[in-house]
């Protein structure tokens, strides 16, 4: 793998031209990639003679982190702000049209989505990740207004909306893209979407559990814990949602007994279910090292 420290600079070089990019953007970026590039790096050697894709190319580990920060960035540009609304609806439509920004500044993201249609080792990957940031954008829209709103979701609602605002799909498909997993000939079987659609929910409910405490306190409604609570003060959330945790891992456990998909499939699926144990756990800068309400993000 390369050197932390030159991935992270070339990802902050990236994300100079972006509003309100920071610092955490791309060391999370890069913290969280590297773990993902990490459990499935035998698997993406394995299938390098087929595709001819090094898993140490330099090019290929930078654009990864970039895509993931972009993610984080957008994120949090729903949720602090940081652009004003008109920058923001410009730059969705950038990413997910893959054409140029039309307000001024921002140009990391036709950047980003030229190199990646390059580096496309198949095309519709390229397009599905258009269509997966779109929904992604669209889904973060929903959760923040339906938030901030009058009308609160169910339950089901709100994790019907969160397979999309927890951008797994987003991440998965950058990968295929970059290393050839054939996830566009994948998206095609039902049991590899029903496995999208369980890991997704599995990464929301895990995140909001992660990160209910900071939520609570900075007033966040778009959590499951927390709208679970508006709804029914009286209910043991943590519990249920670790129920529903432990539900959903078993689901998942049988369709990828029952399909084995080919590599990396299975040591991704597994690595983004672990990813709590992890990831969260390392990742001071976003989460803070007390799940107490410690450790808050610098406002923006
Ligand atoms: C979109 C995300 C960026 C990449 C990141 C990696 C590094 C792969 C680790 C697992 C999570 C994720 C896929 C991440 C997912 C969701 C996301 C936008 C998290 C932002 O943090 P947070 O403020 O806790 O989320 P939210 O605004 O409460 O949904």
Not at 11 to 18: F, P
């Amino acid at each position: 793998m390369i050197p932390t420290e030159s991935a992270l600079q070339q990802v902050l070089e990236w994300g100079r031209s972006l509003t309100g990019f920071a610092d955490e953007h791309a060391v999370e970026a890069v913290r969280g990639g590297q773990y993902i590039l990490q459990c499935i790096q035998p698997s993406l050697h394995d299938i390098s003679a087929r595709t001819g894709r090094d898993p140490q190319d330099e090019k290929l580990i930078v654009a990864f982190y970039c895509e993931l920060a972009l993610l984080f960035w957008l994120d949090d540009c729903n949720d602090l702000g940081l652009i004003a609304p008109e920058q923001l609806a410009a730059v969705e439509q950038a990413l997910g049209q893959g054409v140029p920004c039309a307000v001024p500044g921002f140009e990391g993201c036709a950047v980003l989505r030229a190199s990646l249609a390059a580096l496309a080792y198949d095309r519709r990957d390229y397009t599905e990740l258009l269509n997966d940031t779109r929904c992604y954008c669209a889904a973060l829209r929903a959760g923040h207004a339906q938030a901030a709103g009058a009308e609160r979701w169910s339950y089901a609602e709100y994790l019907h909306n969160s397979i999309d605002s927890i951008a797994y799909a987003n991440v998965f498909c950058c990968l295929s893209l970059l290393w050839g997993l054939d996830m566009a000939t994948l998206r095609a079987r039902p049991a590899f979407r029903q496995v999208l659609r369980l890991i997704s929910t599995i990464g929301r409910l895990q995140n909001d559990l992660h990160g209910c405490a900071k939520d609570r306190a900075a007033g966040e409604a778009d959590n499951a814990a927390i709208l679970l609570l508006q709804r029914y003060p009286a209910m043991p959330v943590e519990d249920f949602l670790n129920d529903e945790l432990v539900g959903h891992a078993r689901m998942l456990h049988r369709v990828m007994v029952k399909e084995r998909f080919p590599a990396p499939w299975g040591p991704l699926i597994e690595a983004m279910a672990v990813i709590r144990a992890k990831y969260y756990q390392t990742s001071i800068s976003r989460y803070g090292n007390d799940a107490a309400g410690g450790g808050q993000r610098a406002p923006a």
